[in-house]
């Protein structure tokens, strides 16, 4: 089954406490993407990837690192979490946004304390 | 800065009504996509439009992109209440950044 899968689906963490939230295709998707989704504000690309090794920031990439090894997996990093981080992350993949449709994953509610 | 905003923020509508989410955006694009999100769940693809005068229809939704007046339409045909979620409009900037809509409630009453 095509698909994107995040883990974990939830999290409640720590202010500072370093974590890795982890996402993966199925679908040999050149383009991959990271949201966070706020109340009122929509989606917010934190980050995206053409490919492999080839990452770039988005609107909010602020606090996050990502990185782009493998086709398959792009990881999102968050090396000292802050409150204001806390929100519903998704990740997304498409052959190539120009011209396609997204896929998107289940989401990660992270709550940072 | 691309800036994307979408109109109404909440739509209640009666069943077998017609109506539109509108959703503007501030600079040259022809890239434009339109999602719907279910409470609690993920993101669905519903079209992607990617030239001037573009019209696609999937049921009794049609989205059409006029990139002159840097104005999408879903135009929503006699609404039942399945078609209740969040549609959001996102826009597509230079490089492969996209921007969001801050999304438009749908609410859909028999």
């Known amino acids: 089954e095509a698909q994107v899968t995040q883990n974990p689906r939830y999290l409640i963490t720590v202010t500072g406490k370093k974590l890795t939230v982890t996402c993966s295709q199925n679908m040999n998707h050149e383009y991959m993407s990271w949201y966070r989704q706020d109340p009122g504000l929509g989606l917010r690309q934190i980050y995206y990837s053409m490919n492999v090794e080839v990452t770039d920031k988005g609107d909010v990439p602020e606090g996050y690192k990502v990185s782009r090894k493998e086709k398959r997996n792009f990881p999102l990093i968050l090396e000292s979490p802050s409150p204001n981080q806390t929100s519903l992350y998704f990740c997304?993949?498409?052959?190539?946004?120009?011209?396609?449709?997204?896929?998107f994953g289940p989401g990660t509610r992270l709550t940072v304390t | 800065e691309l800036k994307v905003e979408q109109n109404p923020l909440f739509l209640s509508m009666q069943e077998g009504k017609n109506y539109t989410i509108y959703c503007n955006y501030s600079?040259?694009?022809?890239?434009l996509y339109w999602y719907r999100q279910d409470p609690g769940k993920s993101l669905e693809s519903l079209f992607v439009?990617?030239?001037?005068?573009a019209v696609k229809q999937e049921g009794r939704l049609m989205a059409s992109l006029d990139t002159k007046a840097r104005l999408s339409t879903l135009h929503i045909t006699a609404a039942v209440h399945d078609l209740s979620a969040t549609y959001f409009c996102a826009v597509g900037e230079y490089g492969n950044k996209l921007v969001f809509g801050a999304g438009t409630i749908l609410r859909v009453k028999s």
């Open positions: 997304a993949s498409s052959h190539s946004l120009a011209s396609y449709e997204q896929y």
């Open positions: 439009l990617l030239s001037n005068g």
């Open positions: 600079t040259t694009s022809d890239r």
